[in-house]
């Protein structure tokens, strides 16, 4: 098991997983939840939260093939930052886009800003629990010990 947890994806994963279910449960005013439970709706949550935490492992991988190496968090460096975030936007409005038009998505409630038809909210999500979980990821990893910079 040590082993696992000296490599950066896990971390991404246990931190994104936990920072995205505390967002989703919070954002949930801003979605259409008329006729669920509410263990429908926390579930429901715990579901995108899954796929919330792999979209940020994901990133995490592909922003790795433009750095020098696996543990680019270590300092924080623009290009592969760049990428982590960027993946993760696109596959957030992809996903927001296509969930939104089929009968399995969601609909967003009244209270929902959007940018044209995807809502803020989604957005600022992969802005921030990203950050934080890269954050969270490279503190539990290297501790008070990460270099700023580069």
């Known amino acids: 098991m040590r082993n696992y947890l000296e490599k950066p994806e896990t971390w ?6 936990l920072l995205a279910f505390v967002w989703e449960m919070l954002q949930m005013p801003f979605y259409d939840m ?16 899954f796929g919330d935490a792999g979209i940020m492992v994901f990133a995490y991988w592909v922003a790795t093939r433009s750095a020098p190496d696996r543990l680019w968090l270590r300092q924080w460096r ?10 993760g936007m696109v596959i957030t409005i992809v996903v927001e886009h296509f969930a939104l038009k089929s009968g399995w998505g969601w609909t967003y409630s009244e209270t929902m ?14 802005l921030i629990v990203p950050m934080l979980t890269l954050a969270l990821a490279r503190r539990s990893l290297f501790g008070g010990k990460a270099n700023i910079g580069d």
């Open 113 to 126: 800003p959007t940018i044209g038809a995807i809502g803020l909210v989604p957005i600022l999500m992969w």
């Open 12 to 17: 991404v994963a246990i931190n994104g997983f």
């Open 78 to 87: 623009v290009r592969p930052l760049a990428f982590y975030l960027s993946v």
């Open 34 to 49: 008329s006729g669920l439970s509410t263990w429908q709706a926390t579930k429901n949550c715990g579901f995108a939260t």
